[in-house]
């Protein structure tokens, strides 16, 4: 009788921590409630271009500052939407569209880390491989031709007008690229668009940008060329797309001020291309963020600062809503004292990028002993290190951090059930339908300074699917960089002050 009761209890024993582990606090750990809601419904959807760009603009009025809307390629009101979509599928080709972008930032930065650019690389001479028009003036400058993937490139968009009169277009906004560049006409080889493609001719404000005006900027390309003294640029993705065409000068109109006024800002460096390559989810071109002398920020310094920041809202929601971009001071938030800021790294083999200083990370309440060199950027080679992204989906750490992290999850979260996803790049995963709420281990990115992430359950346990699986949406990179990317971002107002050379996190604050 004895020997069963001592049994019976060790039984009890065993099964105490399993019962109390989902509950926050229980062994010291921190918890948050992740509420299963399952995928958005992608069912209802704006019907045309006109209502999806005006759907929101009154609500962002800003008296120093130019506001601008921002949606996800997958949000309900994008017109980008595949129809009938599936939420599995769409996060297969997020997590694909990772891999490229990850590759193309591994690409840079390893030929930055041996001293060189793409003006020191040779082009192949296989005829098969090169796209050259012979009729053109572009055919001083030639590509590799790669199928640009049917996926696409880009993760959020914004409208504007292009030219006087202005033609609305959609631009993919990204803070991995210095130039702005969109398709135009007559063009030798363009992808499809979801708007008719920019027609210079018809422009009284268009300029084609001579090789060695005042201006610098032809100087200013990473890869450009010269004919007739017109400046030709040249600009090359991850995933095989690229565009080559005339570096020029245009007029953009877009956003909102105090009123609800459109801006007019003229004489803006863009990139017309006449020989483009892949597929931009039906977008003209891209609207490069970076840290570049060409970047649209650095092209606003006079007249909006230097400084812009954007709050993205939860693209799991469902919501007809759109996300919100600022450009000026007033992309800065004021008398906040939720908001930290953590210091710009420089990289001078890869100045474009937005490095920020990874300390610590915490899971469940408690800091992991990560060794501190595994975040490091090494400024010798410009390898490592940690950049901030819009234009990547899931956080990507070098293997190392991940497999810290994703071990101290999975151990508070041994009272969930375990599954796999529909795909490889997630490795940590559980089946939730039968569950209407859980808790999860908090997690918390710490950076230099004092600034935090401290994120909610939503921001990194994600549906993979419409039956209820949901993953860490955190991966595993062969990479010897990380990357913060957009899902972990939502909800938090992310300012980039290139000012005073400074990155702010503000929670719930997008306005």
């Known amino acids: 009788m004895g020997n069963r009761g001592a049994r019976l209890c060790l039984i009890l024993l065993c099964f105490i921590p399993v019962l109390v582990e989902g509950r926050a606090g229980s062994k010291g750990k921190k918890f948050h409630t992740l509420q299963i809601n399952g995928p958005p419904d992608y069912s209802s959807r704006v019907a045309d271009a006109a209502t999806f760009a005006g759907s929101t603009q009154s609500q962002h009025d800003k008296s120093d500052g130019l506001v601008v809307e921002l949606w996800h390629r997958n949000s309900p009101n994008s017109p980008f939407l595949p129809k009938d979509a599936k939420h599995e599928d769409l996060v297969k080709q997020s997590l694909l569209r990772d891999k490229q972008r990850l590759a193309m930032f591994s690409d840079k930065i390893e030929m930055a880390s041996r001293g060189l650019t793409m003006n020191d690389l040779s082009v192949p001479q296989d005829p098969s491989s090169i796209s050259v028009d012979t009729s053109s003036d572009t055919a001083n400058l030639v590509s590799p031709v790669i199928s640009g993937l049917t996926l696409g490139s880009g993760e959020y968009f914004t409208r504007m007008e292009v030219g006087t009169p202005g033609e609305g277009t959609y631009l993919v906004v990204d803070t991995g690229s210095d130039i702005l560049w969109m398709q135009c006409n007559p063009c030798s080889h363009c992808y499809s668009q979801h708007d008719p493609i920019f027609n210079p001719m018809n422009s009284s404000s268009f300029d084609v940008v001579p090789c060695y005006s005042s201006s610098g900027w032809c100087q200013a390309l990473n890869v450009g060329g010269c004919i007739e003294d017109k400046c030709l640029y040249q600009v090359s993705y991850g995933d095989g797309s690229f565009t080559i065409g005339y570096l020029s000068s245009e007029t953009f109109t877009m956003g909102t001020t105090k009123g609800g006024d459109k801006v007019k800002i003229k004489n803006v460096p863009f990139g017309c291309g006449y020989d483009n390559e892949g597929l931009f989810v039906g977008a003209a071109g891209i609207l490069g963020l970076g840290k570049g002398s060409l970047s649209f920020p650095n092209q606003l310094e006079s007249r909006y600062s230097r400084r812009f920041s954007y709050c993205l809202t939860n693209r799991e929601s469902g919501e007809k809503t759109s996300s919100s971009l600022i450009f000026g001071d007033a992309a800065i938030p004021t008398g906040s004292s939720k908001i930290k800021y953590t210091p710009q790294l420089f990289n001078e083999k890869i100045p474009s990028f937005y490095y920020v200083g990874l300390t610590g990370i915490s899971v469940g309440g408690s800091l992991l002993e990560i060794p501190s060199e595994t975040f490091q ?76 992430l401290d994120l909610p359950a939503k921001n990194y346990v994600i549906p993979v699917d419409e039956i209820g699986r949901y993953c860490l949406a955190f991966a ?31 929670p719930d604050q997008c306005y």
């Open 377 to 452: 950027l090494k400024t010798n080679t410009g390898k490592g290190g940690v950049i901030v992204d819009s234009g990547t989906s899931i956080t990507w750490f070098n293997s190392a951090g991940y497999n810290i992290v994703r071990d101290a999850f999975r151990d508070g979260t041994e009272n969930l059930p375990g599954t796999t996803a529909p795909f490889d790049l997630f490795d940590t995963c559980y089946d939730l339908s039968n569950f209407t709420s859980v808790e999860v281990p908090t997690l918390t990115l710490h950076f230099e300074g004092g600034a935090e």
């Open 476 to 506: 595993s990179s062969s990479s010897n960089f990380s990357i913060i990317g957009n899902v972990q971002q939502q909800n938090f107002r992310v300012v980039y002050d290139n000012v005073e050379g400074r990155i702010g996190f503000e």
